[in-house]
């Protein structure tokens, strides 16, 4: 049968009104190779993230790593417990993100003697703490051969994505609340949102780096006594 021009364009007007087509016609072949040879549009560079500013005490370490260079050529991330934030910093000292975490429910900052070789349903509220200090982690396998970030290997914190096993926990909630109260829930790990665990903490932690916990109860200066070094090393560095 032969369908005159006339009814076809009107078939394909009643199909473009219907919704039934969802794109333009395929242009004429010198149109579609004039458009294959145009340029590619560069990407536009990723912006470095926007920090908020840190506490007082999260300020000077933060601060006293860069300029005395604690971090010995290797990632890190400063974790201020009482804000319940992870400040992430690539090897040269350069902000690479800023998160809420969720920790140990204990208020503390020292682990329980014993802590790591107990199940976890023998560890006491009390004894779920997130302990202070400087560690070096790096990557390993925990329970169920799943892969951390072990920060304390002999007492079982690790840092890893948050865990939402146990919807009751709520524990994608209480990261995303606005204050810092409802961040105590684990047995003393650190947990982050999954994107930014997968995306940017793990691949910079890739062959390992340092954590810093700053305290809750303790001052800063006994947990890190070369703090106070700061201002003696600030004015060297400005001579």
Known sequence: M???????????????????V????????????TASRKRPVAAKPTPPPVLLPPSA????????????KDNAGLPYAVIDKQAATLFL???????RGQVPVLLGVGVGDDSSPGVGAKELADIGPAERTTP????????GRAFGHQRVLWVDYANSVALHAVITTHRKERRIERLSSPTPEDNR?????????????????APLFRKGGIVYILPDIRPLDDV?????????????TSE
């Not at 300020?59 to 005395?68: F, Q, V």
């Not at 202070?132 to 990557?139: E, I, K, Y």
């Not at 890190?224 to 060297?236: E, K, N």
């Open 224 to 236: 890190f006594p070369r703090v106070r070094l700061l201002p003696y090393l600030t004015a060297a």
């Open 185 to 201: 829930i684990t047995f003393g790990c650190i947990n982050v949102g999954s994107r930014f665990y997968t995306g940017t903490l």
């Open 57 to 68: 005490q999260a300020g000077r370490m933060i601060a006293w790593i860069a300029t005395a």
């Open 132 to 139: 202070a200090g400087r560690f070096v982690a790096r990557f």
């Open 22 to 33: 969802f794109g333009p016609l395929a242009p004429p072949a010198s149109a579609a190779g």
């Open 2 to 20: 032969i369908v005159s021009t006339g009814l076809v364009r009107a078939l394909i007007g009643t199909a473009v009104a219907a919704g039934l």
């Open 89 to 95: 910093f690539d090897a040269a000292g350069a902000p």
